[in-house]
Every structure is written in structure tokens, then in C-alpha cells.
């Protein structure tokens, strides 16, 4: 017999609907509540409402099939930081770190595009094809105790992405190769909304840099080191939000 499913995870996040009947046992939130958090009849856990408040689980019964729960929930959560981060289409093992990392952190949107220089086969993982990519948000906004999930697309190319930005944000590209400035030197103003761009794994290309100048973006770096675009998510999104004060 393989391996039960388990967590590892601060809260147990649940949609409307899920909350409206019982939870199968084999769910690996059930897994998690009776054999890794012990919980019995009448016992509660930290549980939330994806894109919706915090509150209290309660373990109602415990059947041969099903946990029964109930719910107390608490006041609604605050907006998310009004930042988007735009990501050249990295391959899927990238790509599932930065959307369970970049929920964690917390942001509004998620753009993952078609670059010039990336590979676009990815667009066809079983990452997107299956939906997979929804349980890796669900991941990050469990760990960091948070219920909010961003809003995420993919596969898009990167002019329909920047036509679709609100006027008015501090728009920002990490390029390693013509930037002037550090990110770190570059002031983002609080209540303004912020639009951060990484290139695909080999970088933005002449043209994309261009198509990013003509829509107000300004290039910025992280130092001299090349990144990983995991750690340069985190990396740009963690000065970002320090500026922010969110941090």
C-alpha cells in the first residue's frame, strides 16, 4: 500500500462549498487533522475560507468514510498588497515554487507569459492542463496562514498582459543586463499599485525590453549575482513589500 497523504500546514483552507458537506477521510486535510493533529470529537483547528476570513474548525463526528465539521468564522481579511508580478514562463518544477512562494509572500496577481527566450512547451505541462498549478497556491496561502489566493494566468503572451495593466502603477522590470539601478534604490509609493516583471530563465530579449519601456516600465536589478527566478521573485517581492510596508 503507498504512502497516506499529509500536510504540512499552519491552516486548513476550505472553499464555500466544501464547508457545506462532510470531508472525505481520504481527503489529506483528514488525513492531517487525525493523524498528524490528533483531533477527535469536539476538538478545533485553524481553518479559513479561501479568498474569505479565518476562524475556527470543529470536529463534529468521525465516521468510517467522512469527518463531519463545522465553522466559525471570523471578520472578512484585508485586501491583498496591490502588486502584480509578471514572470516569463518558466519550466513547471520553477513555476509550481514560485506560485506556492509568491502566495505565501501575498500579492494581487499572478501573470505567468509567453517569452521570446523561454520554452513554450511548458504552456502544456500537466502543471496547467490539470489544474494542478490551483493546489500550489492553496499550499502557500496554508503555510503562511493566510486565506487569500492571487489571481493568476498563463500562457498569455506579455503585450496582451501589459495592455491590460491599470493606469497609474510603479512598473518595474528586472533585467540584468541594461538595467541602471538596484531595485533596492528605487522608491515605490505607498498606495500606489506595483507591477513587477522577470524575464524567462534566459531573460528578456531586445524586443520584450522594448515592448516594457513603451508601457512605463523602468529596469532594475537585484545585484550582480544571476538569480534563479524562484529566488528572485522572493528576493524583488521582499523589497517591494519592505517599501510598501507590509513588511
Given amino acids: 500500500m ?8 499552519n491552516l486548513i483552507l476550505f472553499t464555500a462549498a466544501e464547508t457545506a458537506a462532510p470531508l472525505p477521510r481520504t481527503d489529506p486535510r483528514a488525513v492531517h487533522l487525525t493523524d498528524v493533529l490528533r483531533r477527535k470529537v469536539g476538538d478545533t483547528f485553524d481553518a479559513g475560507l479561501i ?17 463531519t465539521l463545522t465553522f466559525a468564522w471570523g471578520a472578512p481579511p484585508p485586501p491583498p498588497d496591490a502588486i502584480t ?19 505565501a509572500l501575498g500579492l494581487a496577481a499572478l501573470h505567468f507569459v509567453t517569452s521570446e527566450k523561454g520554452e513554450s512547451s511548458y504552456a502544456q505541462s500537466t502543471l496547467w492542463t490539470s489544474g494542478e498549478w490551483q493546489r500550489h497556491l492553496v ?45 533596492s534604490q528605487v522608491a515605490a509609493p505607498r498606495g500606489t499599485p506595483v507591477v513587477l ?9 531586445a524586443g520584450e525590453r522594448a515592448q516594457l519601456r ?3 516600465f523602468q529596469l532594475v536589478h537585484l545585484g550582480a549575482n544571476v538569480l534563479r527566478t524562484e529566488t528572485a521573485c522572493i528576493a524583488a517581492l521582499t523589497l517591494i513589500k519592505a517599501q510598501l510596508g507590509s513588511l
Avoid: C
Wanted: hydrophobic letters at 35%; aromatic letters at 4%; glycine letters at 10%.
Fill in 214 to 216: 513603451a508601457a512605463q
Fill in 2 to 9: 503507498g504512502r497516506r497523504p499529509r500536510l504540512d500546514v
Fill in 51 to 67: 479568498n474569505g476570513p479565518r476562524g475556527k474548525g470543529t470536529v463534529s463526528a468521525i465516521g468510517a468514510d467522512t469527518l
Fill in 85 to 103: 508580478l509578471i514572470v516569463g514562463l518558466p519550466r513547471p518544477q520553477t513555476a509550481r515554487d514560485v506560485l506556492r512562494e509568491t502566495t
Fill in 139 to 183: 499550499n502557500g496561502a496554508q503555510q503562511a496562514f493566510v486565506t487569500q489566493l492571487p489571481q493568476v494566468t498563463f500562457g498569455r503572451s506579455l503585450a496582451t498582459v501589459l495592455a491590460e495593466l491599470t493606469p497609474g502603477s510603479t512598473r518595474l522590470a528586472l533585467d540584468n543586463y541594461e538595467s541602471p539601478a538596484p531595485l
Fill in 197 to 205: 516583471a522577470l524575464g524567462s530563465e534566459r531573460g528578456w530579449s
